[in-house]
């Protein structure tokens, strides 16, 4: 499970790679690159076949990263997790945030054996602030269901 502190962790780091950017510009990753880059955070696209991505410079893989980052947003199908995990451990990177919908329990178990500080099920635009007003109101009823981060 997620705690909070892994949450505040993450977001407050300030220079992140994202894996899951696309060259469609309505996929979610796009969107989150996007409000994360407005935020103020220092973003890498990695994508191995694009050359530049919402106009930053991508690096094909994480072990090509121009410069360390603090923390990787990875944003894939759940069945491509587990290998982007075990990249970002291989780079040394040692926090990693699965996005909603991204984390397998391989990926999970990985960054457990392997002392990554993990975020997953949970929507980083959530947290990452300032939220826009639609991501608290989000936040606002996960806590009553009682579903945030403890």
């Known amino acids: 499970m997620t ?12 220079k992140l790679a994202v894996v899951g950017v696309s060259r469609k510009k309505m996929k979610f990753g796009n969107l989150a690159f996007r409000e994360l880059k407005r935020k103020g955070y220092k973003l ?5 076949h694009a050359e530049q991505l919402e106009g930053e410079r991508c690096s094909a893989s ?26 970002a ?16 329990a391989a990926a999970i ?12 099920g949970e929507c980083i635009l959530m947290f990452a602030e300032p939220a826009a007003f639609y991501h608290r109101a989000h ?6 269901l009682g579903k945030l981060p403890r």
Do not use: M, T, Y
């Open 3 to 14: 705690s909070k502190a892994a949450v505040a962790d993450f977001v407050s780091q300030r």
């Open 44 to 48: 890498f696209p990695v994508h191995p």
């Open 62 to 87: 994480l072990a090509a990263l121009p410069e360390p980052v603090d923390g990787l947003l990875v944003i894939v199908p759940p069945a491509q997790a587990e290998q982007v995990v075990r990249e």
């Open 89 to 104: 451990a291989a780079a040394g990177i040692r926090r990693v945030w699965l996005q909603q919908g991204a984390g397998s």
């Open 109 to 120: 178990r990985f960054c457990a054996e392997n002392g990554i500080s993990l975020v997953h």
């Open 139 to 144: 936040r606002w009823v996960w806590k009553l």
